[in-house]
């Protein structure tokens, strides 16, 4: 194996400790070419799909992709924006008010980036600016607040994959969840507090995450039960009663059970029910991105006004709000403990300089 590196690499060059931010990834255009790019991408991951390869590789290239890019492009048209999809748009912001944040507090020598698990800007580019730039300890922060290994362990999976290519791994820290942190738990029952003091309190508070097959469950996967403890303490924080407050899950995918109860079918049913007004929060989505603003935002709405539902409201996601960005800094603060900003390169660079090393 060859491994990375450059010819020009400094051996003098102060230390620094790096804070990787990453999420799902958004395809470059809402178009058919760039949703067959981003789907495959995606879709090819086998923790995302776990379904016997060859008989996947089939079903994928030979009927999916054939079929879904323009649907998606569609969907994606509806959402996207002047600087590009909400999900890049918002996880820029991101970064950028939590690099702020952190040099605040822990100085300079703290570099700060992110990446998408798929597409651009990619896992592996943006570890090789970092270690550019110096980077020799690393938190790695994927932003999905409930473990999955179709999220949370497929970023490690990226991370591990870019280390055995490269000659000089960092310290790796790596936060696999955060379903419970009193940080999140707060900043997500306050942006529902907010939302009740302009709209009057609905008669269901509805949470709503990403689906996953039911099997996964079953193997062993805690995501099911992570957001259900999420939920519970949001309720708890909220002083809501049962009653009040309904867990779901979106976004299935082919034949196979998911999840359940499914968020379209709840909503549909709930109007029978003599429910009709409901407020729909998606505590699994770091950002607003085409899950929650088309499928949770659109899609669902539709379906339960169509049965007969008065009022329906979508709570957004907490994105860059300030509390979003002071609970991602606090998470890392704690995973940053014992580990200096900038560490002492003299002895280092004397032993480069003694080898006749490049500097």
């Known amino acids: 194996m060859k491994y990375s590196g450059s010819p020009k690499f400094k051996h003098d060059q102060a230390d620094k400790v790096g804070v990787l931010i990453t999420n799902l990834g958004t395809p470059e255009a809402p178009t058919k070419k760039a949703l067959r790019t981003y789907l495959k991408e995606f879709l090819s991951d086998p923790r995302v799909v776990e379904i016997p390869r060859l008989l996947w ?104 994959d870019d280390f055995q290519k490269r000659r000089w791994i960092p310290d790796l820290r790596f936060i696999s969840q955060y379903c419970d942190h009193p940080d999140y738990i707060q900043a997500i029952a306050d942006k529902i507090r907010q939302h009740w003091q302009q709209h009057e309190q609905a008669d269901k508070l509805i949470f709503s995450y990403h689906g996953i097959p039911q099997r996964y469950l079953t193997n062993g996967d805690p995501y099911f039960c992570q957001c259900h403890k999420t939920s519970r303490l949001i309720a708890e924080n909220l002083g809501l009663q049962q009653d009040q407050f309904l867990i779901c899950f979106q976004s299935r995918f082919g034949r196979e059970e998911w999840l359940k109860p499914y968020t379209d079918h709840t909503l549909q049913a709930l109007p029978a029910k003599g429910v009709e007004s409901v407020q729909v929060v ?27 539902g008065k009022r329906y409201e979508y709570i957004p996601a907490l994105n860059d709000d300030p509390a979003h960005i002071e609970m991602m800094a606090s998470i890392l603060a704690s995973n940053l403990h014992g580990w200096e900003s900038v560490a002492d390169n003299s002895t280092r660079s004397q032993l480069a300089k003694n080898q006749g090393a490049t500097l």
């Not at 994606?76 to 002047?82: F, I, L, N, S």
């Not at 597409?119 to 409930?146: A, C, D, F, N």
């Not at 950002?287 to 007969?308: K, M, Q, S």
Request: net charge negative.
């Open 57 to 160: 590789w089939m079903i994928l290239n030979l009927v999916i992709l054939n079929i879904r890019p323009s649907r998606s492009a569609k969907a994606y048209a509806t959402v996207w924006e002047d600087e590009g999809s909400p999900l890049m748009t918002h996880s820029k912001n991101q970064a950028a008010a939590l690099k702020k944040k952190m040099q605040e507090t822990h100085g300079e020598g703290v570099v700060v980036d992110f990446a998408m698990r798929y597409g651009y800007p990619s896992i592996s580019g943006t570890l090789e600016k970092m270690m550019q730039q110096g980077v020799r300890k690393l938190v790695v922060l994927p932003l999905y607040p409930q473990y999955s290994a179709s999220t949370s362990a497929s970023t490690f999976d990226a991370v591990a």
């Open 282 to 308: 998606c505590p699994g989505f770091s950002v607003d991105c085409l899950e929650t603003l088309e499928e949770i935002g659109v899609e669902n709405r539709d379906y339960f006004l169509e049965a007969g």
